[in-house]
C-alpha cells in the first residue's frame, strides 16, 4: 500500500496535515473512555468529577476487598474459559464440515450461524430464557455457559473457516494419497495449519465472552458474572472501586489484543 | 468483530472449494452435530418459543392451558409506550448511523488509502471495543455528566455558565450508540475501500479529474454496496441496543430493546414481551435480509 501510488496520491502540505490531524482526533475520541476510566480508577476523590484529584491506590484495595467482586470475577473467567473451549472446538468441526462437504442441511447451517451473530441481543437473550423456562431449567452458571457457546461459537466459525478457505487443499490430498486416512490428515496436516486461527479465535472468544452483558444477565439466575455485577454497581452505588475492577478488566483484552498483533497478524486481517 | 461474513465473496468460494466428498452424509453430520445442535436447540427453537408466547393468552406456568389469542400484538400496536419507542429507536438508529458514517468514512478512507500501517493503526482504535460494552457505555456516562469532562472544557472556555444536560436525554443516547457501535462502521467500511482498483483511480486522475471529483465519480459509487451494508449492520445494533438506552438515557427516551429488556427483568407481561421481541426480531431479519441483498450485489459486480 505504501509507495506505490505516489503519484497519485502526492499530497499538497495542508490537506495532508488536516487529514492526519482529523484522524488523530479521532483515535482520541474513540480511546478516551478507556481514558477516563483508568484515570478515575487513580483518583483520590471519590466523586467522579473533572478535574481529577491526587493519586491513589485505595479503590483498588477496596475492589480487592469486595467478595462479591472477587466472586464475580472468578465465575466470568470459568464460564470465558469454558465457553472459549466448547466454542472453538464446535467451531472448528462446522468450520471444517461447512469448507470440506457438502450435505444436506449445508445452507440451513450457514444461514443459521450468520444469523446467529447479526440478530445477536436482548431479542436472542431472553428467548432462550423463555426456552429455558419453559424446559423448567433454572439460570446459573451452565446455562449460562450454553447462552455463551450457542453465540459466540458462531465468531469462531468465521475466523476458521476463512483460514479454512485459504490454504492449499493441495496439502491434504497429497496426505490422503500417501495413505493417511482422513482422521490422521487432519491431525497431522489440516490441524497445525489452522492452529494460528484457532487460537486468535480462542482469544476472540474468552474476550466475548469475559465481557457479555445481556445473556449472562438472564441466564445467571443467582449467580453473578461481573459484566453482571458491574452492572448493578453502576446503576445504584457509584465508588470508583468500579473504576479500579474496570481497570483490571480492560488490561486483560490489550494484553488480548497486544498478543494477536504480535502472533496473527494474518488471522487479524480475516476479520476485517 | 462480526465482519468476517462482510466478505460476500467467501460464500461462493465455499460451494467451488468444497465439492470433495459430496456424500458420506452421515460422518459429516457426525463433524457438524455438535454446533448443528447449539444453533439448532438454542438459537432456532427460541425463536419459535418466542412466538408461541406471543400469541398466547399467559404463560403456562401460570395456566396450563392457556388460550391463544392475538392480544398481545394488539396491545403491543395500541399502546402508545410501545409504538412510540419502536419510532423513537428507529429514529436515534438512523440518526447514529448516519453521524457514525460521516464522522468514521474519512477515517476508513485515510486507513485504506493514505496510511503506512493501515491495517496497525486499526487495531489499536478498536482496542476499546476489546472490553465489555459495559464499561464503555459506563464511562461515557461518567465523561457527559454535569461535572464530566464536556461540561468542564465548555465551562473553562466561557461557553457556558451552567452545565449542559448531556445526559439522560437523546445527546446521551446518540453519543453512546454512535461511539458503542463504531467498530460495525469502520471495519466494513476499511473492507470496502481497500478494494477499490488503484488503477480506476489513477485513471481518473489522468483524465483531468482532481481529487474531489474522484472521490465524488469513482471511489464513492464503487463503496455504495460496502457502506450500505455498514450502515445496516450499525441499524441492526442500535436496534439492539439496551445498556446506551439504560445508561444514558432517561424515562423519556427510552428504546424498545431496552423495553424488552425492562420487561423480562421485571417479571412485567412475558406475552407481551414476546410480542415484542418477535417484531423487533422481525425488523432484524428485514434488516439482514437487506444485507445479504446487498452482499450478492457487490458479488455480481
Same mark, same amino acid.
Given at each position: 500500500?505504501?509507495?506505490?501510488?505516489?503519484?497519485?496520491?502526492?499530497?499538497?502540505?495542508?490537506?495532508?496535515?488536516?487529514?492526519?490531524?482529523?484522524?488523530?482526533?479521532?483515535?482520541?475520541?474513540?480511546?478516551?473512555?478507556?481514558?477516563?476510566?483508568?484515570?478515575?480508577?487513580? %483518583?483520590?476523590?471519590?466523586?467522579?468529577?473533572?478535574?481529577?484529584?491526587?493519586?491513589?491506590?485505595?479503590?483498588?484495595?477496596?475492589?480487592?476487598?469486595?467478595?462479591?467482586?472477587?466472586?464475580?470475577?472468578?465465575?466470568?473467567?470459568?464460564?470465558?474459559?469454558?465457553?472459549?473451549?466448547?466454542?472453538?472446538?464446535?467451531?472448528?468441526?462446522?468450520?471444517?464440515?461447512?469448507?470440506?462437504?457438502?450435505?444436506?442441511?449445508?445452507?440451513?447451517?450457514?444461514?443459521?450461524?450468520?444469523?446467529?451473530?447479526?440478530?445477536?441481543?436482548?431479542?436472542?437473550?431472553?428467548?432462550?430464557?423463555?426456552?429455558?423456562?419453559?424446559?423448567?431449567?433454572? +439460570?446459573?452458571?451452565?446455562?449460562?455457559?450454553?447462552?455463551?457457546?450457542?453465540?459466540?461459537?458462531?465468531?469462531?466459525?468465521?475466523?476458521?473457516?476463512?483460514?479454512?478457505? %485459504?490454504?492449499?487443499?493441495?496439502?491434504?490430498?497429497?496426505?490422503?494419497?500417501?495413505?493417511?486416512?482422513?482422521?490422521?490428515?487432519?491431525?497431522?496436516?489440516?490441524?497445525?495449519?489452522?492452529?494460528?486461527?484457532?487460537?486468535?479465535?480462542?482469544?476472540?472468544?474468552?474476550?466475548?465472552?469475559? +465481557?457479555?452483558?445481556?445473556?449472562?444477565?438472564?441466564?445467571?439466575? %443467582?449467580?453473578?458474572?461481573?459484566?453482571?455485577?458491574?452492572?448493578?454497581?453502576?446503576?445504584?452505588?457509584?465508588?470508583?472501586?468500579?473504576?479500579?475492577?474496570?481497570?483490571?478488566?480492560?488490561?486483560?483484552?490489550?494484553?488480548?489484543?497486544?498478543?494477536?498483533?504480535?502472533?496473527?497478524?494474518?488471522?487479524?486481517?480475516?476479520?476485517? | 468483530?462480526?465482519?468476517?461474513?462482510?466478505?460476500?465473496?467467501?460464500?461462493?468460494?465455499?460451494?467451488?472449494?468444497?465439492?470433495?466428498?459430496?456424500?458420506?452424509?452421515?460422518?459429516?453430520?457426525?463433524?457438524?452435530?455438535?454446533?448443528?445442535?447449539?444453533?439448532?436447540? /438454542?438459537?432456532?427453537?427460541?425463536?419459535?418459543?418466542?412466538?408461541?408466547?406471543?400469541?398466547?393468552?399467559?404463560?403456562?406456568?401460570?395456566?396450563?392451558?392457556?388460550?391463544?389469542?392475538?392480544?398481545?400484538? =394488539?396491545?403491543? #400496536?395500541?399502546?402508545?409506550?410501545?409504538?412510540?419507542?419502536?419510532?423513537?429507536?428507529?429514529?436515534?438508529?438512523?440518526?447514529?448511523?448516519?453521524?457514525?458514517?460521516?464522522?468514521?468514512?474519512?477515517?476508513?478512507?485515510?486507513?485504506?488509502?493514505?496510511?503506512?500501517?493501515?491495517?496497525?493503526?486499526?487495531?489499536?482504535?478498536? =482496542?476499546?471495543?476489546?472490553?465489555?460494552?459495559?464499561?464503555?457505555?459506563?464511562?461515557?456516562?461518567?465523561?457527559?455528566?454535569?461535572?464530566?469532562?464536556?461540561? /468542564?472544557?465548555?465551562?473553562?472556555?466561557?461557553?457556558?455558565?451552567?452545565?449542559?444536560?448531556?445526559?439522560?436525554?437523546?445527546?446521551? =443516547?446518540?453519543?453512546?450508540?454512535?461511539?458503542?457501535?463504531?467498530?460495525?462502521?469502520?471495519?466494513?467500511?476499511?473492507?470496502?475501500?481497500?478494494?477499490?482498483?488503484?488503477?480506476?483511480?489513477?485513471?481518473?486522475?489522468? #483524465?483531468?479529474?482532481?481529487?474531489?471529483?474522484?472521490?465524488?465519480?469513482?471511489?464513492?459509487?464503487?463503496?455504495?454496496?460496502?457502506?450500505?451494508?455498514?450502515?445496516?449492520?450499525?441499524?441492526?445494533?442500535?436496534?439492539?441496543?439496551?445498556?446506551?438506552?439504560?445508561? #444514558?438515557?432517561?424515562?423519556?427516551?427510552?428504546?424498545?430493546?431496552?423495553? =424488552?429488556?425492562?420487561?423480562?427483568?421485571?417479571?412485567?407481561?412475558?406475552?407481551?414481551?414476546?410480542?415484542?421481541?418477535?417484531?423487533?426480531?422481525?425488523?432484524?431479519?428485514?434488516?439482514?435480509?437487506?444485507?445479504?441483498?446487498?452482499?450478492?450485489?457487490?458479488?455480481?459486480?
Amino acid at each position: 500500500m505504501p509507495d506505490a501510488g505516489k503519484r497519485v496520491w502526492r499530497q499538497t502540505g495542508w490537506g495532508r496535515k488536516i487529514f492526519g490531524l482529523y484522524v488523530a482526533a479521532y483515535l482520541g475520541y474513540l480511546l478516551l473512555p478507556l481514558v477516563i476510566l483508568v484515570l478515575y480508577a487513580f %483518583n483520590s476523590s471519590e466523586y467522579l468529577i473533572w478535574p481529577i484529584k491526587g493519586f491513589t491506590l485505595r479503590w483498588f484495595a477496596e475492589a480487592f476487598s469486595d467478595s462479591r467482586l472477587l466472586k464475580a470475577t472468578g465465575n466470568s473467567i470459568f464460564i470465558g474459559l469454558v465457553t472459549t473451549f466448547f466454542s472453538t472446538f464446535f467451531g472448528m468441526l462446522l468450520a471444517y464440515g461447512l469448507v470440506r462437504f457438502r450435505f444436506r442441511g449445508k445452507r440451513l447451517l450457514e444461514t443459521l450461524n450468520i444469523l446467529a451473530i447479526i440478530t445477536y441481543g436482548v431479542v436472542s437473550a431472553v428467548s432462550v430464557l423463555l426456552w429455558f423456562h419453559a424446559l423448567g431449567i433454572s +439460570g446459573g452458571i451452565w446455562p449460562t455457559i450454553i447462552g455463551h457457546t450457542t453465540f459466540i461459537m458462531p465468531f469462531a466459525v468465521m475466523v476458521i473457516r476463512d483460514r479454512l478457505l %485459504n490454504f492449499d487443499m493441495a496439502l491434504e490430498e497429497a496426505a490422503m494419497d500417501l495413505g493417511a486416512n482422513p482422521l490422521h490428515t487432519f491431525r497431522d496436516v489440516t490441524l497445525p495449519l489452522i492452529m494460528p486461527a484457532l487460537l486468535a479465535a480462542a482469544l476472540f472468544c474468552f474476550t466475548i465472552s469475559f +465481557g457479555e452483558f445481556l445473556l449472562a444477565f438472564f441466564l445467571i439466575g %443467582n449467580e453473578l458474572t461481573l459484566p453482571v455485577y458491574l452492572y448493578g454497581l453502576m446503576r445504584f452505588t457509584f465508588t470508583p472501586a468500579v473504576n479500579a475492577a474496570a481497570t483490571m478488566i480492560i488490561s486483560l483484552p490489550i494484553l488480548a489484543v497486544i498478543i494477536v498483533a504480535i502472533f496473527f497478524r494474518r488471522e487479524v486481517r480475516s476479520l476485517y | 468483530m462480526p465482519d468476517g461474513m462482510m466478505d460476500s465473496s467467501k460464500t461462493p468460494a465455499s460451494d467451488r472449494r468444497g465439492p470433495g466428498p459430496a456424500g458420506s452424509g452421515g460422518m459429516v453430520w457426525l463433524v457438524v452435530f455438535p454446533a448443528a445442535f447449539l444453533l439448532v436447540v /438454542f438459537f432456532l427453537i427460541p425463536m419459535f418459543v418466542a412466538l408461541r408466547y406471543s400469541v398466547l393468552s399467559t404463560m403456562p406456568f401460570f395456566d396450563p392451558d392457556p388460550s391463544y389469542t392475538f392480544a398481545n400484538y =394488539i396491545r403491543v #400496536l395500541t399502546e402508545p409506550i410501545y409504538l412510540r419507542s419502536f419510532m423513537r429507536t428507529a429514529g436515534y438508529a438512523v440518526t447514529a448511523s448516519i453521524i457514525s458514517l460521516v464522522i468514521s468514512y474519512p477515517v476508513a478512507y485515510y486507513l485504506a488509502r493514505r496510511a503506512r500501517r493501515g491495517a496497525l493503526i486499526l487495531l489499536v482504535m478498536l =482496542i476499546p471495543f476489546w472490553t465489555s460494552i459495559i464499561l464503555r457505555v459506563f464511562s461515557w456516562k461518567i465523561i457527559l455528566g454535569s461535572s464530566g469532562i464536556i461540561n /468542564f472544557l465548555l465551562k473553562t472556555a466561557g461557553l457556558i455558565d451552567l452545565p449542559v444536560q448531556l445526559l439522560y436525554n437523546r445527546t446521551g =443516547i446518540i453519543f453512546g450508540l454512535v461511539y458503542t457501535y463504531t467498530p460495525f462502521m469502520i471495519l466494513p467500511l476499511y473492507a470496502t475501500l481497500g478494494k477499490v482498483p488503484r488503477e480506476l483511480l489513477e485513471a481518473s486522475e489522468d #483524465l483531468g479529474r482532481n481529487k474531489i471529483q474522484t472521490l465524488w465519480r469513482v471511489t464513492l459509487p464503487l463503496t455504495r454496496s460496502g457502506t450500505m451494508s455498514a450502515v445496516i449492520l450499525v441499524l441492526l445494533a442500535c436496534f439492539g441496543d439496551v445498556l446506551s438506552a439504560q445508561m #444514558l438515557g432517561g424515562a423519556n427516551t427510552l428504546m424498545i430493546s431496552s423495553v =424488552i429488556f425492562e420487561t423480562f427483568m421485571g417479571g412485567a407481561n412475558w406475552n407481551v414481551g414476546s410480542a415484542l421481541s418477535v417484531i423487533v426480531f422481525g425488523t432484524l431479519l428485514l434488516l439482514a435480509a437487506v444485507l445479504t441483498w446487498l452482499g450478492r450485489e457487490v458479488e455480481h459486480a
